[in-house]
T-cell receptor, first 113, second 115 residues
Framework: DAKTTQPTSMDCAEGRAANLPCNHS???????VYWYRQIHSQGPQYIIH???NNETNEMASLIITEDRKSSTLILPHATLRDTAVYYC??????????????FGKGTKLTVNP | GAVVSQHPSRVICKSGTSVKIECRSL??????MFWYRQFPKQSLMLMAT?????????EQGVEKDKFLINHASLTLSTLTVTSAHPEDSSFYIC???????????FGPGTRLTVT
């Protein structure tokens, strides 16, 4: 079972920031928070991941709360092409069975013109 | 990021026949590859994990004799759906892991339709 909970859907206006929340209250100390997205009928695309500190790359920013029980993915200037299902996943980076990615239902983000 | 390809992108086959789907890591060596299945309006479900040169590990409820996985090289894994039935129609997606501590990168998926 997925160890995260996310809202089923969200809407965002084009050009505005999209803030996607994720709860992972049972995360353990060595588990990372990963974000992937899936555009319709394509394979998932890696976005970003983090352990404790906030992270930023060319696609997005990841804000992790101090207690690590929740996080927020931020798309700073959403475009129509960002419309997708966004998955928040926790996983251990060490090998073995824990390297599996367990997908929950994700958040369907719709960016409106 | 690293590139993973799948072939074919879509396939239609008759009930009772077998279909092979290929997954390749194009610019890195993947010691571990994963196969997922996704039904319409549902999330990805992991079917099996394969390590190069060893037998695949199947998730509970996935028939290993029906979904044959071969990971004969560090850049290629194949999934063969044997004796396909209409209920096997789905979107099959592979991912490849770049090294023991690396990230997983996904292929574009294969749409299988069994008639």
């Amino acid at each position: 079972d997925a160890k995260t909970t996310q809202p089923t859907s969200m809407d965002c206006a084009e050009g505005r920031a999209a803030n996607l929340p994720c709860n992972h209250s049972t995360i353990s100390g060595n588990e990372y928070v990963y974000w992937y997205r899936q555009i319709h009928s394509q394979g998932p695309q890696y976005i970003i991941h983090g352990l404790k500190n906030n992270e930023t790359n060319e696609m997005a920013s990841l804000i992790i709360t101090e207690d690590r029980k929740s996080s927020t993915l931020i798309l700073p200037h959403a475009t129509l092409r960002d419309t997708a299902v966004y998955y928040c996943i926790v996983r251990d980076k060490v090998g073995g069975g824990s390297e599996k990615l367990v997908f929950g239902k994700g958040t369907k983000l719709t960016v409106n013109p | 990021g690293a590139v993973v390809s799948q072939h074919p992108s879509r396939v239609i086959c008759k009930s009772g026949t077998s279909v092979k789907i290929e997954c390749r890591s194009l610019d890195f060596q993947a010691t571990t590859m994963f196969w997922y299945r996704q039904f319409p309006k549902q999330s990805l479900m992991l079917m099996a994990t394969s390590n190069e040169g060893s037998k695949a590990t199947y998730e509970q409820g996935v028939e290993k004799d029906k979904f044959l996985i071969n990971h004969a090289s560090l850049t290629l894994s194949t999934l063969t759906v044997t004796s396909a039935h209409p209920e096997d129609s789905s979107f099959y997606i592979c991912s490849a892991k770049e090294g023991p501590m690396g990230e997983q990168y996904f292929g574009p998926g294969t749409r299988l339709t069994v008639t």
